[in-house]
């Protein structure tokens, strides 16, 4: 999926922002017009699809019957087309809500009426909580978020969400957004959360969630081959064990409403016009009860990139057939009246696609006329506080303590008044929230958040997390020498982590490792490395640094990371949060080309393997990996008769 670049309203995370919040609800809403069924529409209002009382089913039979051939083409594609005679509205699809409500799919828009929404930490960072509670909270907060803004005329309720592909390969820039390397870990994280955006009262829906992209989809652009044209040769053991694992706990566990098809090929089809994939396995197997959608334009993209199809109509045919319900991308609009013109498809296929598609509509309520549920969800119902709280502790839990060489939290205000703060994360907004975010409620960066606790003397390093040059480490050699202790906020942002750029190395960029290992020499006191990232970093030469006392991983914490870096380094808060992927060593990546797909080792083919559960070589920080201020002891209490 393509995201859009958009600028983001950045606030001060005070009580007039909320005051203010409430001010529009009451003299700025929006309330929204019927979707369908208008009680005031003569036509409609008495057709068996606007019968509340029947059930969906037949209510889709009918709607079915009345539309034309061209009216349902339109429905096809993710900006369906309004039916103006049967009083029903156009409809966008596709909206976001990946770790919050999002505006990078067209059918959501916050300002004016909408100053913010929650962001919570990147899913990689909640996912380190292992707390699954926690992750069926943020659901809920999430959907009840994406509701208010429905009712304000701002959002669909169809959200492509959440991202449960495999973090296998280190280098992929979109692992950030994934629960990491584990199938049993992620399948878990797809199921809660699915759980809290999509309510699950009876058949009805709060929202519509989506796993996306099935399957064996995690590379993006690497070493000249991308998404668009990649075919993953995926052996059937391992598409069972690990990729389809997370996919499969959605719909059946979960109840996910929507399944997204990938861009790539799997064993030299398409996913999305791979009928064993799509009708088979999804809706046969698993039984899906919603409906299946491609990645954005990969219908077009398997006729123009992949050349899979000779002529665009067979792409529209051989999706449909196979299983597709819904195209994001204009192809299924343009070609498939042409398709059943030449033959190739039948309109009562198109009958099967659209019968999955409206019935979820109308199991949201969107044919319910003006009687919606939670329609008691409003602009003030965004940004309340507990929600704010709940994201701060989203990231207290999720940070991960990864080495400390003293023997409790590595600041105090008592013997550090002074700390300086370095590195080219130290003072950053939407680095904090990653990618596919929308517009938060506010910030606290790293910078503000240890100033809450001491006086702090900031230099920035680096002029970003490029760090091209090495001009400004001096004057952050100077801070650290004239502090008490020193903080270094590195690591990564999306220039260098995202989706369609996956990295070459796993390395810091530029000079930040100059700047770790100068200022950690110059400092007068204890010195802190915190790496903001999605994927892992080999930073053993920190590791090594005798200078650096504690590493704290922070991956990308949300709109009050700084809040919870601080607590955490200040010991208010103690760490409990695990890495949920494998940190390797650099060399690792020589013997694992992206495109090699298996996850089981060869030495045959010296193929170390991927992931804890089979690679068994060095690593920086292995899968799990998490440390405390407290001690533990760990004794059987009672054992079988027998055992030692």
């Given at each position: 999926m393509v995201t859009k670049t958009h600028t983001k309203c950045i606030l001060s995370p005070s009580p007039l922002f909320f005051l203010l919040t409430g001010f529009l609800l009451l003299f700025n809403g929006e309330s929204r017009a019927p979707f369908a069924c208008d009680p005031n529409n003569r036509v409609t209002k008495d057709l068996p699809f606007c019968r509340v009382n029947l059930p969906i089913r037949a209510r889709v039979r009918d709607l079915l019957g009345r539309l034309t051939l061209q009216e349902k083409v339109r429905l096809l594609v993710n900006n369906a087309a309004a039916v103006p005679r049967l009083g029903i509205q156009g409809y966008e699809w596709w909206s976001e809500a990946l770790h919050g409500v999002s505006d990078v799919g067209p059918g959501t828009k916050f300002l004016p009426t909408f100053l913010g929404a929650t962001q919570f930490p990147q899913v990689?960072?909640?996912?380190?909580?292992?707390?699954?509670t926690l992750w069926e909270e943020i659901g809920q907060v999430v959907s009840n978020e994406a509701r208010a803004m429905y009712n304000g005329g701002k959002a669909g309720l169809t959200f492509w969400s959440p991202n449960v592909n495999i973090f296998r390969d280190p280098r992929w820039g979109r692992g950030q957004e994934t629960p990491g390397e584990d199938p049993a870990l992620a399948a878990r994280y797809a199921v809660r959360y699915v759980k809290g955006l999509q309510g699950n009262v009876g058949d009805r829906l709060k929202v519509a969630a989506c796993c996306k992209h099935y399957t064996a989809y995690d590379l993006d652009n690497w070493n000249g081959v991308d998404r668009f044209h990649f075919n993953a040769k995926v052996s059937k053991q391992d598409l069972e064990d690990t990729y389809n694992v997370p996919f499969k706990a959605c719909v059946l566990e979960g109840k996910v409403a929507s399944v997204m098809c990938s861009y790539n090929q799997v064993n030299g089809k398409p996913t999305c016009a791979d009928p064993n994939l799509l009708k088979n396995t999804i809706r046969g197997d698993w039984r899906l009860n919603g409906y299946i959608v491609s990645d954005c334009d990969s219908v077009g993209v398997m006729y123009t990139s992949q050349h899979y199809t000779a002529t665009p109509e067979d792409a529209a045919a051989q999706s449909i057939k196979a299983g597709l319900d819904l195209d994001c991308g204009p192809h299924l609009a343009v070609y498939t009246e042409g398709?059943?013109?030449?033959?190739?498809?039948?309109?009562?296929?198109?009958?099967?696609?659209?019968?999955?598609?409206?019935?979820?509509?109308?199991?949201?309520?969107?044919?319910d006329g003006p009687r919606q549920p939670y329609a008691n969800l409003k602009i003030s119902d965004v940004c309340l506080g507990s929600s704010n709280q709940l994201a701060l502790e989203a990231a207290r839990q999720g940070i991960v303590l990864l080495d400390n060489r003293g023997h409790g939290p590595p600041l105090s205000t008592?013997?550090?008044?002074?700390?300086?703060?370095?590195?080219?994360?130290?003072d950053v907004t939407v680095t904090m929230i990653g990618n596919y975010a929308g517009i938060a409620c506010g910030y606290t960066t790293p910078l503000q958040?240890?100033?809450?606790?001491?006086?702090?003397?900031?230099?920035?390093?680096?002029?970003?997390?490029?760090?091209r040059g090495n001009q400004l480490i001096g004057p952050a050699e100077v801070a650290a020498r004239h502090a008490d202790?020193?903080?270094?906020?590195?690591?990564?942002?999306?220039?260098?982590?995202?989706?369609?750029?996956?990295?070459?190395?796993?390395?810091?960029?530029?000079?930040?490792?100059?700047?770790?290992?100068?200022?950690?020499k110059a400092s007068r006191g204890p010195c802190v490395l915190v790496i903001m990232s999605g994927g892992p970093?080999?930073?053993t030469f920190a590791k090594r640094d005798?200078?650096?006392?504690?590493?704290?991983?922070?991956?990308?914490?949300?709109?009050?990371?700084?809040?919870?870096?601080?607590?955490?380094l200040f010991g208010t808060t103690n760490p409990g949060g695990r890495l949920p992927m494998t940190w390797y060593p650099q060399e690792y990546l020589a013997k694992v080309p992206m495109t090699n797909m298996g996850m089981r080792a060869n030495p045959a083919h010296n193929y170390p393997g991927r992931t804890y559960r089979f690679y068994k070589g060095p690593v920086v920080y292995p899968?799990?990996?998490?440390?405390?201020?407290?001690?533990?002891?760990?004794?059987?209490?009672?054992?079988p008769k027998g055992c030692p």
């Open positions: 990689i960072t909640t996912a380190s909580t292992f707390n699954d398709a059943i013109k030449q033959g190739k498809l039948k309109e009562v296929d198109v009958d099967g696609a659209l019968a999955n598609t409206l019935a979820v509509q109308m199991r949201l309520g969107m044919f008592a013997r550090h008044r002074t700390v300086a703060v370095i590195g080219p994360n130290s958040g240890i100033a809450r606790y001491v006086k702090t003397i900031h230099q920035a390093g680096c002029s970003d997390v490029s760090c202790a020193t903080v270094l906020v590195m690591g990564l942002d999306q220039s260098i982590e995202a989706e369609a750029r996956d990295r070459t190395n796993i390395l810091l960029p530029g000079h930040q490792q100059e700047l770790i290992s100068r200022v950690a970093v080999d930073i005798p200078r650096i006392t504690t590493i704290i991983w922070a991956g990308y914490p949300g709109q009050s990371g700084g809040t919870a870096i601080a607590d955490i899968f799990g990996h998490g440390l405390s201020y407290t001690t533990f002891r760990h004794s059987i209490v009672k054992a």
